[in-house]
């Protein structure tokens, strides 16, 4: 093959690589939102945890099928893996649309449709997994590891904060003020959109060639396994933490503002009818600015090393929580946001703009993790990457413990559990992230 062909097959895998990227964030992103249509059904009844319930099933799939994943991107390879992916998605968002079209009675009180919502979430995890697993070890190849190889998956992770800000905004704009009378059928339009863009992926993707980067449809032998790598160790119960801290952050947020009882918006006599556009568009001020990190991340990546990205920014994460859980919730200040009809500006109290900035910090953590977790690795990379997709169940565990603190002690509270995550990270990448383990062979 020509070097020529050689670097157009590149730019095409790339291409690829984002968009999934962005996919991934658009199934992901959706089950915060949607969660809060259903924790004020009856039945449900406000319960936080259970609101998170959704984002659980999504994640727990990571847990299942992280090892599968990695096995079949080694046997089946890239293209095969990502087809497999999109076609599942496709299957978990039709299921969700099916919980909505009306009711189907209960089960142990509640409500019927809650668990076929909850058997799609979980179906669409399966499809994230997948999609994980194919477009984070294909971006660090590609980019010839090290620096670089975060430096691209930064790239890719700013079009997956660009999903990640639409979504919240969807769902807000679709759904107004969130009440008992909410319902799915609300937000039909966002999952008739996450339908056509699986199927026109799948279309697309089966036309474009796309080449494995490493070896991974052949055979190697195994001497040892990606646990015998402290710094993946670690680094994998990093990202454990990691992806709680993503999601529970902004989650938790979105309850903390939207509650029709112990919201911010109602103790302050702020709830108006567009509370959950509003909030919704609050939410996506994180994932915007997790979108302006990764771009900035994209730049100096080349040149600032993943382990000082990390320290700082999880240090920096850390004083901003703690700031707003010190923050009196009668202390507001006003945010830009997008009411359903014109653009104004929204009193919101000021722990919410603190926590939208950890954004910004939570922006290169993924990346940074995944990039120290497996340099060295050789041909244990693929390995590694399925351990570290089964992993992302944190994403559902974390949020759903920090939900439930803030069943018991209030929203404010709760955000210890985020606060506690980021210390580990902060030490992963001041002393866990050394690769002590060179003389394992990786060839």
Known sequence: MSNTNKQNGR????????????????????????????????????????????????????????????????????KTTALIGIAVGFVGVLIQFISGLGDMGKIAGLPTAFFVYLLGAFISGFSVCLLNTVVNPMLNVIGGGG????????????????????????????????????????????????????????VVLVFIPIENPTST??????????????????????????VGIEIGIPGTLNFYLTDPDTGAFKILGLYPESAASIAGFVVA?????????????????????????????TATAIVLIIAAMASPMQTTVPMPVFTGSTFEMATVPVAALLLVLCGLCTSIMWSSIFNLSIEGLGKYTE???GIFMMMVVGGGIMPLLQNAVADKAGFMASYIVPVLSLAYLCFYALIGSKNVNKDIPVE
């Open 147 to 202: 620096n670089r190889g975060n430096q691209l998956n930064l790239v890719g992770g700013t079009l997956n904060s660009l999903a990640g800000t639409l979504t919240p905004m969807l769902v807000g704009l679709l759904v107004g003020a969130v009440t008992k009378d909410t319902v799915m059928a609300d937000i039909n339009m966002v999952l008739y959109i996450a339908m056509t863009v699986f199927a026109a992926a799948f």
């Open 285 to 313: 001020s994180y994932w915007l600015l997790m979108l302006v990190g990764r771009m900035i991340g994209s730049f100096i990546g080349g040149s600032v090393s993943s382990r000082m990205m990390l320290a700082v920014t």
């Open 383 to 385: 390995a590694a990457s």
């Open 217 to 242: 449809v052949k055979e190697t032998v195994m001497e040892h396994s990606p646990w015998a790598f402290r710094h993946c160790m670690l680094g994998v119960i990093g990202i454990f933490f990691y």
């Open 11 to 78: 730019i095409i895998a790339i291409v690829t690589c984002m968009f999934l990227y962005a996919m991934i964030a658009f199934v992901t992103n959706l089950a915060a939102p949607v969660g809060n249509v259903w924790k004020n059904q009856e039945g449900i009844d406000g319960s936080n945890m259970l609101g998170m319930m959704g984002n659980m099933m999504n994640f727990l799939a990571y847990l299942f099928m992280g090892i599968p994943a990695g096995k079949m991107l080694k046997t089946k390879g890239y």
